[in-house]
RNA sequence: GGCGCGGUGGCAGAGUGGCUAUGCAGCGGAUUGCAAAUCCGUGUACACCGGUUCGACUCCGGUCCGUGCCUCCA
């Protein structure tokens, strides 16, 4: 069996990644908080994720990838006193939303999604169990995580309390023992939403959430825990507090999850995302003008861990790449699937390594060139398994160019028996005028020895 | 200031102590009424300065530049 090697953010080396019980592999990612569309970079999140668990699913018998929806959060509270909208109006709204895109994505759904509000209880419960340790104290209707108990506060992200203080730019609230101490529980006006607890109505911080459910849906400590970049501090780092002083792991950062993984920001063209610049992408908007497996291979272009910059050109080369997929496949309709491998053409072998889809599509690019050419070396029946093999892990679904709607079909096909009859009498102005209509249209016309074929396209080819 | 990451051919983007990544774009050719697609050919890049080495883009040190995080954030 190939084994998968992975970065490990908690140590910072790539390690080979040995699962605590083979039988049955577990990992978390952090999902996303409902209150709006997610954007280009939520997406990337869930598709390196989903394809990880592909990865892992491929080499393991089982696989339990649970990922959380936040739906309570101080910015859910502010949209609804925004909009007036109902608070779990909002965040099934969103959710359903998120679930939508990220599925036109191929993301595959996490197999446990479980959502914030639905696990108090445990959070409660959690919070207890860190007072009664000696590593949490209620104050002032909240209750804080009492950073100082935990002395190996920090392993995850490098950094040191003093060098936390030092850097603090947010005035510390009175009732904090100290300064880098973060809340666990919080008090609820009337107005928002809460629930009732032994320090009263509130509602959980945002870290404990995370900690519970991941308990709560896996057990600890369990394989591997992932999330953006951005959430090693503090989002990870408070997590890793909570769930090894609750459990009574003080001493050990890995008694959460083994292995920690992040992936890397997305930026537009060249620029970071931000609402200032108005330069948000919308996986949602982008959904309706670029297929989703394009833009799930533009996602996979750059190495999970690098930055990705968003541009046309990303598209492009992806809509190029999608479309040898399919071209490529047209090539292998009939032939009868060998299951042979033939490691210097299968890209699969790449994703062992780390997840490093972008060299698994450059081998992906011979395999396909393969096809075209069938090389001698080569057969066909390999070379498909192969490829059906890795769009199954890459998450990459074939979906039929050809579909539209039967009237449109029928007036394509009036279109072409006038170019063909245009093309018998020298007529090529009007036969170009034709092809150009269509394209207009989003179909390509594809003139072979048997007659002119069509196809529909994602986009121009004049471009 | 602290903790990270990165600087590869026009662009995107892997990788390696000595052997062509790959793709997109471009150029020439085959093919085509014209296209599209495909095929053939075409580009010798690794920020800068030192060091280690028979040999470094790849290891070490330094410099410059860019960039992320430092309690909203995928």
Redesign the pocket.
């Known amino acids: 069996m190939s084994s998968l090697q992975l970065f490990n953010s908690l140590t910072?080396k790539k390690e080979s990644f040995a699962p605590l019980n083979p039988a049955h592999v577990r990992l978390y990612a952090?999902?996303?908080?409902v209150y709006n569309y997610a954007?280009?970079?939520?997406a990337?999140?869930a598709v390196v994720f989903d394809l990880l668990t592909r990865v892992l699913k491929s080499l393991y018998p089982k696989v339990t990838y649970v990922s959380n929806i936040?739906d309570v959060?101080?910015?859910i509270i502010a949209s609804h006193k925004a909009t007036g909208e109902p608070i779990d109006v909002i965040t099934r709204k969103y959710e359903k939303i998120y679930n939508d895109d990220m599925a036109a994505l191929g993301c595959a759904a996490p197999d446990i999604q479980p959502r914030a509000t639905e696990h108090i209880g445990e959070m409660i419960a959690m919070i207890e169990a860190l007072i009664e340790r000696g590593h949490a104290y209620a104050a002032d209707g909240h209750v804080l995580f009492n950073v100082p108990s935990f002395p190996a506060y920090g392993g995850l992200?490098?950094?040191?309390r003093d060098?936390?203080?030092?850097?603090?730019?947010?005035e510390?609230a009175s009732y904090k023992k100290d300064?880098?101490?973060?809340v666990l529980w919080k008090p609820s006006e009337t107005n928002e939403p809460g629930w009732d607890s032994p320090w009263g109505r509130g509602r959980p911080g945002?870290h404990i959430e995370c900690s519970a459910m991941s308990a709560k849906h896996l057990g600890l400590p369990f394989d591997i825990h992932g999330?953006?970049?951005?959430?090693?501090?503090?989002?990870h780092e408070?997590e890793i507090a909570q769930s090894c002083c609750a459990s009574g792991h003080e001493d050990d950062l890995s008694a959460f999850a083994k292995v920690w993984v992040?992936?890397?920001?997305?930026?537009v063209e060249g620029e970071?995302?931000s609402k200032s610049l108005g330069n948000f992408l919308l996986a949602h908007d982008l959904i309706k003008d670029v297929p989703g497996p394009v833009l799930r291979l533009a996602l996979l272009?750059?190495?999970y861990?690098?930055?990705?910059?968003w541009?046309e050109?990303?598209v492009?080369?992806a809509q190029?790449?999608y479309?040898?997929i399919l071209?490529a496949w047209d090539v292998l309709k009939d032939v009868a699937v060998c299951e042979e491998s033939i490691p210097q053409k299968d890209p699969v072998l790449?994703l062992y390594?780390?997840l490093?889809t972008?060299?698994a599509?450059?081998?992906?690019?011979?395999l396909?060139?393969s096809i075209?050419?069938t090389e001698p070396q080569y057969d066909l029946p390999s070379l498909k398994y192969i490829l059906l093999n890795t769009l199954e892990i890459l998450g990459v679904e074939l979906v039929s160019p050809e579909a539209v709607s039967a009237e449109s079909n029928s007036e394509i096909d009036a279109l072409l028996e006038e170019?063909s009859a245009a093309?018998a009498a020298k007529d090529?102005?009007r036969?170009?005028e034709i092809?150009d209509e269509l394209v207009a249209q989003g179909i390509?016309?594809?003139?072979?020895p048997e007659g002119a074929k069509w196809r529909k396209i994602s986009y121009s080819?004049s471009t």
């Open positions: 910072r952090c999902g996303p908080t954007h280009i970079g939520n990337r999140m936040t959060d101080d910015k992200s490098g950094r040191s060098e936390q203080v030092a850097g603090a730019r947010v510390v300064s880098a101490d973060f945002w999330g953006g970049a951005d959430l090693k501090f503090p989002h408070n992040h992936n890397g920001f997305v930026t970071k995302m272009s750059a190495h861990r690098q930055p990705l910059d541009s050109q990303v492009h080369q190029k790449l479309d040898k071209r790449a390594d780390d490093n972008p060299k599509i450059g081998v992906l690019n011979s396909l060139n075209f050419v170019r093309k090529f102005t036969a170009d092809r390509e016309i594809i003139d072979t080819h």
